[in-house]
């Protein structure tokens, strides 16, 4: 059981209070690796192994994300989404890309579509489905240690982290809606993906959190 004050850190969020968010992240992070295991880390088809360390009553959640090649190195082929929630992102160390794209009205697409569902131990099927569409880059920026962006609802994005260190970001998922995310992938892809829902080793986790809290 942690025993961070997650309501006071939800409030940092809201604030955009990026001093006070770093030392209460830092704190939170300390306290995961002081934990005898943390076997509640997982895999993500994105790269990144993720942990959800707090669920709201309204369904907000905090989470954990950590880029770390040595335990987990993956090319995503379905990188180009966007969230049924608003992303509140506070990167505690590394370094992060944050890709936007836009749909236009060509007829020639670009990206096939997925919709998503899961088996029944938690793993995640992506089925392409009929509809295509053309996106285009647009914005693109580049967010550092210390720094909190955002990603608004139905924004389309793709993302992670750049260069070799370990990147550790700590997100707040606001105001989730009841749409069904968009997933797209381009290229000659098949119709059907499955991601298993695999947890990260106990062993691992306290390696690289315990990384995490070394940092100066």
């Not at 907000?60 to 082929?77: A, F, Q």
């Not at 995640?124 to 955002?150: A, P, Q």
């Not at 809606?177 to 298993?196: A, C, Q």
């Amino acid at each position: 059981m942690l025993s961070t004050d997650f309501e006071n850190l939800r409030e940092l969020y809201r604030k955009s209070d990026v001093s006070n968010l770093h030392i209460v992240v830092k704190n939170l992070i300390t306290e995961l690796s002081n934990l005898i295991a943390y076997d509640n880390m997982y895999f993500h088809p994105l790269g990144f192994m993720y942990a959800t360390l707090h669920s709201f009553s309204n369904n907000e959640t905090i989470r954990i994300h950590i880029w770390n090649k040595r335990v987990y190195e993956l090319t995503p082929i379905l990188d180009i989404h966007n969230h049924y929630y608003k992303v509140n992102s506070y990167v505690f160390c590394g370094c992060v890309v944050n890709q936007l794209y836009k749909i236009h009205g060509l007829k020639n697409p670009n990206v096939s579509q997925y919709k998503g569902s899961y088996t029944s131990n938690g793993g995640r099927i992506l089925t392409k489905t009929t509809d295509g569409f053309f996106v285009i880059e647009e914005k693109k920026s580049i967010h550092y240690s210390g720094d909190l962006y955002v990603i608004e609802h139905d924004q389309i994005h793709s993302g992670g982290s750049l260069g070799d260190e370990t990147t550790c970001t700590v997100v707040y998922t606001q105001e989730p809606g009841e749409k069904e995310p968009l997933v797209f992938g381009k290229g000659e892809l098949p119709d059907v993906l499955l991601f298993e829902l695999k947890k990260v080793p106990s062993k691992e986790v306290k390696k690289v959190l315990t990384e995490l809290k070394n940092l100066k």
